[in-house]
């Protein structure tokens, strides 16, 4: 884990974290062997980015007997079944980190799942797929991922009429820059999209096995400190702030707005993961 001391270089730092990425073993145990499959998926994307990779990999070593249905997929870490519609490193960073903050290894074990006669998809606890025609997963994220901005954008501007209004060439060429790490297209869509920045749409990641999520609005004019002394009083002298699986407490006296510009990740939200100091 790294910490930032001052920012000085904003275009800099940005590229650096939309190019952050982690390495992932993700592994099948199968009554015969355990199959292995190696790749890498970017922070600030999503999970099902690369499920059609993975599916395509372990269908040479897996049929139809082994599995009821290649699409009812999910990856888990511990027994966890990881929520695919949050980021990459923001699961990483409240499942993950908490064990392991002074010992980071380079690869995060995973466990991936099918579903089977005798093991369902875990719709209580992540969220269900719709069927498409093509690309199930994809469709799936890029309808939540549209949600989430709406929300988001209603937070942020007090409606959310800017990203309604979005013409559907510029709601094309935003999708496209997520699914093609298209830095600066994305930045020049989102622009349309934050027009007044009167709140901060924060989720607040506090300890427990899977991550309680509390979502909550911040004043932009707030410092860091003073937000988390606010909303999580009984972690503040026991935890350490982390963002895009940055420890920021030396960035706790700037203001949000200044923290949310730099750190906030493609649904325009602030993710601050609070870890318990061993």
Not at 77 to 92: A, C, H, Q, R, T
Not at 256 to 278: G, M, P, Q
Request: glycine share 2%.
């Amino acid at each position: 884990m790294s910490n930032i001391k001052k920012i000085e270089n904003l275009t800099e730092i940005k590229k650096i974290l939309w190019n952050g990425s982690i390495n992932l073993k993700i592994t099948h145990k199968s009554s015969n062997e355990n199959i292995e499959f190696l790749i890498q998926v970017y922070r600030n994307s999503y999970l099902p980015f690369i499920y059609e990779q993975i599916i395509t990999y372990f269908k040479n070593f897996l049929s139809t007997n082994d599995v009821k249905d290649f699409n009812k997929i999910w990856l888990e870490y511990e027994n966890v079944p990881l929520k695919w519609n949050y980021p990459s490193g923001v699961l990483y960073d409240y499942l993950y980190l908490p064990g392991n903050f002074n010992n980071q290894q380079h690869i995060w074990n995973l466990d991936l799942k099918f579903e089977t006669a005798d093991q369902k998809y875990p719709s209580d606890y992540i969220i269900p797929t719709r069927r498409f025609e093509s690309d199930i997963w994809e469709n799936n994220l890029n309808e939540i991922l549209v949600n989430q901005l709406k929300q988001s954008c209603f937070v942020i501007n007090g409606t959310s009429k800017p990203i309604m209004q979005l013409s559907e060439q510029n709601s094309k060429n935003l999708w496209k820059s997520i699914k093609f790490r298209n830095l600066n297209e994305f930045s020049y869509v989102n622009k349309k999209i934050l027009k007044q920045v009167k709140n901060i749409p924060i989720k607040l990641i506090v300890p427990s096995d899977a991550g309680n999520v509390i979502q909550v609005p911040g004043s932009p004019l707030l410092t860091l400190k003073e937000f988390l002394k606010m909303n999580c009083s009984n972690l503040y002298d026991i935890s350490i702030p982390v963002i895009q699986g940055i420890d920021v407490t030396s960035l706790l006296d700037l203001q949000l707005i200044e923290i949310w510009e730099l750190f906030k990740h493609l649904d325009n939200v602030l993710y601050i993961t609070n870890i318990i100091k061993s």
